[in-house]
C-alpha cells in the first residue's frame, strides 16, 4: 500500500487528498515511511494504529530506553556517545561483555557483543566508516545475563494477548534470528510490565521483548511493527482478529472525537 501511496501536503483534508478511510493501520517495516505517513493522516484528522508518536519513540531505540527510563521500568543500563573514544569508555563504564546496537533497526541485525576493548575498537571503527548520520550514534548497553531465551509479549489495546518464549544458543533470541517460539504463561509480573511499558510510549499494539534476570524481568524495547507469525505457533488466540477488533474500536473513537469536536 505504501508503496503507491501519494500525500498531498496541501491539501486541508483526507478527502481533498483522494483518501477516504474511517481508520488506518500501520503494518509498514519502513518506520521512516510510517512516520510521515501517520504524522500526515493524524493531521487530517484520521484515527491511527498506532499512533505517529508511539512509532516514533519505537523506531529509535534511544528514544525507547529514554520512555522507559522516564517511567521508572527496568531496562538494561544504556549510554549514547558520538565518538569511538567516548564509545570506548561507555564501553568500560557497563562492563565487559557490551552490547553495541544500532539506533534503528530490526530483525535482530547488526547487533553486537564485545568481549574488550579490542574487539570494541574494530566494531565501532567499522561503524563509524559507514558514515550514515544513524551509525555514528553509538548505542552501549550493558550485557545482561539471561536464560538462551527471552520473552515476547503481544499487547493489543490494554490486553496481553499471547506470549511466547523465544529461545535460542546465539545470544539474540529473535525469531528472525531462527529462534524457537515455544508458549509462555502470561503472569502478573509479563503482564504488568508489558502494559506499563506501552503505556510508555503510547503504544496499543505492540511486541514487548522482555529478559528474565537475577532481579527479575527487565523490558529490551517495545516494537510497534511486531510481528507475531512465531507466535502464532504458540496460541490458539486469533491475533489477526484481535487487530482488527481493535482497529475499529480507534475508528470508532476517533468519530466520536469529531463530534464532540475534540482531539483524538
Not at 503507491?4 to 509498514?28: K, N, Q, Y
Not at 517495516?29 to 510521515?36: D, L, Q
Amino acid at each position: 500500500f505504501d508503496r503507491e501511496l501519494m500525500l498531498d501536503l496541501s491539501a486541508p483534508t483526507a478527502v481533498a487528498a483522494g483518501i477516504a478511510v474511517d481508520v488506518v493501520l500501520d503494518r509498514c517495516v519502513a518506520h521512516s515511511r510510517a512516520g510521515y505517513t501517520l504524522r500526515t493522516l493524524e493531521r487530517w484528522g484520521i484515527p491511527t494504529l498506532n499512533t505517529a508518536s508511539a512509532v516514533h519513540l519505537c523506531d529509535d531505540k534511544a528514544e525507547n530506553t529514554l520512555a522507559l527510563e522516564a517511567a521508572d521500568i527496568p531496562t538494561p543500563r544504556t549510554i549514547l556517545a558520538y565518538s569511538v573514544e567516548t564509545a570506548l569508555r561507555a564501553c568500560e563504564v557497563v562492563g565487559y561483555p557490551a552490547v553495541l546496537k544500532p539506533v534503528t533497526g530490526s530483525w535482530g541485525r547488526l547487533l553486537a557483543k564485545v568481549n574488550g576493548p579490542e574487539q570494541a575498537r574494530a566494531v565501532l571503527s567499522q561503524k563509524q566508516a559507514l558514515g550514515s548520520f544513524h551509525h555514528g550514534i553509538f548505542y552501549i548497553q550493558e550485557y545482561v545475563p539471561k536464560p538462551d531465551r527471552d520473552i515476547r509479549a503481544y499487547v493489543i489495546g490494554d490486553r496481553v494477548l499471547a506470549a511466547s518464549y523465544r529461545t535460542a544458543k546465539h545470544w539474540v533470541t529473535n525469531a528472525a534470528r531462527g529462534a524457537i517460539s515455544t508458549p509462555c504463561p502470561i503472569t502478573p509480573a509479563i503482564e504488568s510490565l508489558a502494559l506499563h511499558a506501552c503505556a510508555a510510549v503510547g503504544a496499543r499494539l505492540a511486541g514487548v521483548d522482555l529478559i528474565e534476570t537475577p532481579d527479575g524481568l527487565k523490558i529490551l524495547e517495545v516494537n510497534t511493527g511486531g510481528e507475531f507469525r512465531g507466535l502464532l505457533t504458540t496460541t490458539d488466540v486469533d491475533i489477526a482478529d484481535e487487530i482488527v477488533a481493535e482497529a475499529i474500536c480507534v475508528a470508532h473513537r476517533g468519530a466520536i472525537a469529531t463530534l464532540a469536536g475534540s482531539p483524538m
